[in-house]
């Protein structure tokens, strides 16, 4: 008997491990997705010392990040559970079949241009997210903390880097490494990671979220970014106005709390500006921060902006250039001595790889809002906030950037849009006459 309960026991044992480990494996993969470390095939971590890195579209030169990396350790370690992820798989495949239907019927020829091919692999590649984020189950909130406390040790150090650094704007260069893209991607990727572990950790985690609520306020705004400091103030705002709104004791406090924390924001924001106007050398942006605001504030329309629509309309005209184009797109995209990309990831990519290519995207945010329409009285406001994250990133930030075609923030996105998937395919269906 006693050498019957030995390999029972361990057996038991070895059970009771799998959670845990499957926990540490997704605490592992929620870090790298998030962590803004990237790597060079040509030498190593990424620490530049300047502000704007081109790699010339070389990709020896060509910061790649850690989630790449996690994305392929994370579908193998995972891969058991990969019935689950059918509809990544099948927006990949016919997102693939598109782009090579336009590869082959957008010239007259058989000549395929090697840039093309590059642009192909660099659109396919962050989809990988989408089929990780549905083989991933987290009933217990792992992603959200591991992003929680990713923000906690790194977006203090980032702000006080460049302080020393005398600017009030982000720094690329943290001593140790240097985030690439640090204006125009990460610090979206970074407000919609703080509003995830907001959303799902706030019960558990008031006293350190309070105190990162106001880290990331200064975080947004040293960013420059119109589209991180506008889903930062949103989803602060509704998230509070929510809590307070379900508060049956002590409402007026709450309210006066409230009141008092917009007018800290407007004096915080008010002072964040004055100091950049008044001392540009403490301003390392190339004008950027400053020259945002300024025209803003005298009710101009900002030069980023503004130059998107030319970038728009040029990129518009292309593609309705004739039939061919609109169906398959163009041979080859425009050269980056032109325009590097859109400014728009729908545009882009249409530009090159024609409709024909964009209907499994399109597809796929029909099956995603079909799904949420079935689902409806079902999904509990955790996945509703989710819902709203993946909208955004999907429909807003992608719509003022190529998003989706970039490995760091595209990854960060279709895995979102993967475990919303995953969520929304868990939940039980409304009845249809509800």
């Given at each position: ?339 590097t990309s859109a400014h728009n990831w729908y545009l882009d990519f249409t530009y090159s790889f024609g409709l024909i290519s964009l209907l499994p995207m399109l597809g796929l945010i029909a099956f995603t809002a ?27 930030d992608s719509n003022f950037k190529v998003t989706l075609r970039q490995p760091y923030p595209g990854i960060f996105a279709y895995f979102l849009w993967g475990l919303l998937l995953s969520r929304l395919q868990a ?8």
């Amino acid at each position: 008997m006693k050498n019957a309960e030995v390999p029972s026991r361990a057996a038991d044992e070895e059970r009771s491990m799998e959670p845990r480990t499957s926990k540490l494996i997704v605490a592992l993969l929620a870090v790298a997705l998030l962590f803004p470390l990237f790597f060079q095939l040509s030498g190593g971590i990424y620490n530049s010392l300047k502000f704007v890195t081109d790699s010339g579209g070389v990709l020896g030169t060509l910061p790649l990040p850690l989630s790449i990396g996690a994305c392929v350790l994370g579908v193998f370690a995972l891969r058991r559970n990969f019935r689950q992820a059918v509809p990544a798989a099948v927006f990949i495949a016919a997102f693939a079949a598109g782009m090579l239907l336009s590869l082959v019927f957008a010239t007259q020829g058989l000549h395929i241009e090697k840039r093309k091919l590059l642009l192909a692999a660099q659109f396919l590649l962050p989809t990988m997210g989408l089929v990780l984020g549905q083989l991933v189950r987290d009933e217990d909130n792992v992603i959200a903390r591991a992003f929680m406390w990713v923000l906690i040790l790194l977006v203090p150090f980032q702000l006080v880097a460049g302080w020393l650094q005398n600017t009030l704007t982000l720094t690329h260069y943290l001593y140790f490494f240097s985030i690439y893209q640090h204006f125009q991607f990460v610090p979206v990727i970074f407000v919609v990671a703080f509003g995830f572990a907001m959303v799902h950790l706030w019960d558990q985690n008031k006293a350190l979220l309070r105190c990162l609520t106001a880290v990331m306020g200064v975080y947004a705004i040293a960013s420059a970014s119109f589209l991180a400091i506008g889903f930062y103030v949103g989803s602060v705002l509704v998230f509070f106005a929510r809590k307070m709104m379900r508060l049956k004791t002590e409402r007026l406090g709450s309210f006066v709390a409230f009141g008092l924390s917009i007018v800290a924001g407007v004096l915080v924001v008010g002072m964040y500006y004055g100091i950049a106007k008044t001392n540009t050398s403490i301003v390392d942006d190339n004008g950027q921060y400053v020259g945002k605001f300024q025209t803003l504030v005298e009710g101009k329309i900002p030069v980023n902006i503004r130059d998107r629509f030319g970038d728009w309309a040029l990129f518009l005209n292309g593609i309705t250039e004739n039939t061919r184009t609109v169906v398959f797109g163009h041979v080859e995209p425009f050269s980056r001595e032109v325009k590097t990309s859109a400014h728009n990831w729908y545009l882009d990519f249409t530009y090159s790889f024609g409709l024909i290519s964009l209907l499994p995207m399109l597809g796929l945010i029909a099956f995603t809002a079909h799904l949420v329409w079935r689902r409806r009285i079902s999904i509990p406001d955790r996945t509703w906030w989710l819902v709203a994250m993946v909208a955004f990133l999907v429909l807003v930030d992608s719509n003022f950037k190529v998003t989706l075609r970039q490995p760091y923030p595209g990854i960060f996105a279709y895995f979102l849009w993967g475990l919303l998937l995953s969520r929304l395919q868990a939940a039980p269906a409304a009845r249809l006459d509800a």
